[in-house]
Every structure is written in C-alpha cells, then in structure tokens.
C-alpha cells in the first residue's frame, strides 16, 4: 500500500502561513520554519496588545481629565468621586472628549460636582 503523506492539506495550511507572512524580510518570508515562528509570535504580541490597548487609552482619557481638572483647580480623584454622588454617569472616554473639545461643558461639570460635594 502506497504511503499516504495528506500534501493536499499540509499544503494548504502551509499556504495559510506564508501569505500571514508576507511582507516579513529575508527567510521570515521564505522559510517554513522561521514563518511559522514568526506568524505565531505575531498572534500572541496581537493577543496580548489587544488587550494593552484598553489599557493605554484608559491611561489616556485619565492623563486628559485630570489635566483639564488641574486648569480649575480641582484634583482628578476628587473629580471623579464628585461625579459619582451627583450621578452623572459619563464614562472617562467621553468625558475626556468633552475636556479636550468643549472646556465650557467640562467647566459646567466641575461646578456641578463642587455643588454636589
């Protein structure tokens, strides 16, 4: 009985590899064993930085917040604790927006949570 080696479908899965490393240099491109390296390196930095996204923008709306609390002369966490007992529910990516675009809007909102502190 002839040895049966499935090339059809190790083809394809190896055809899947090398266009996911397209545009790598030198063997990173050509070579099955460096593209499957680097095709599986390139999934887990994307796994992971998908999630360091989130972070990294979080870290950004609270830089841009407490930047724009320090021009009216109230801290960030007094801020933000101050939102919460006046129940207003604005999450920091719009109120971030809101102190980057309209500085009359987010001044409204710091007097608003003077008031309600």
Request: glycine share 6%; hydrophobic share 40%; with cysteine.
């Amino acid at each position: 009985m002839p040895r049966a080696t499935n090339a059809v479908a190790s083809r394809q899965k190896k055809k899947k590899f090398f266009e996911k490393a397209k545009g790598n240099f030198g063997g990173r491109r050509k070579l099955w064993r460096t593209v499957r390296e680097t095709v599986n390196k390139g999934r887990t930095y994307a796994y992971r930085d998908r999630r360091n996204k989130k972070r990294e923008f979080r870290r950004l709306w609270i830089t841009r917040i407490s930047a724009a609390c320090r021009l009216l002369d109230i801290r960030y966490s007094v801020f933000i604790a101050g939102l919460h007992k006046a129940g207003i529910g604005l999450d920091r990516k719009a109120l971030a927006d809101i102190a980057a675009r309209d500085m009359a809007s987010f001044e409204k909102l710091v007097a608003m949570v003077r008031q309600a502190g």
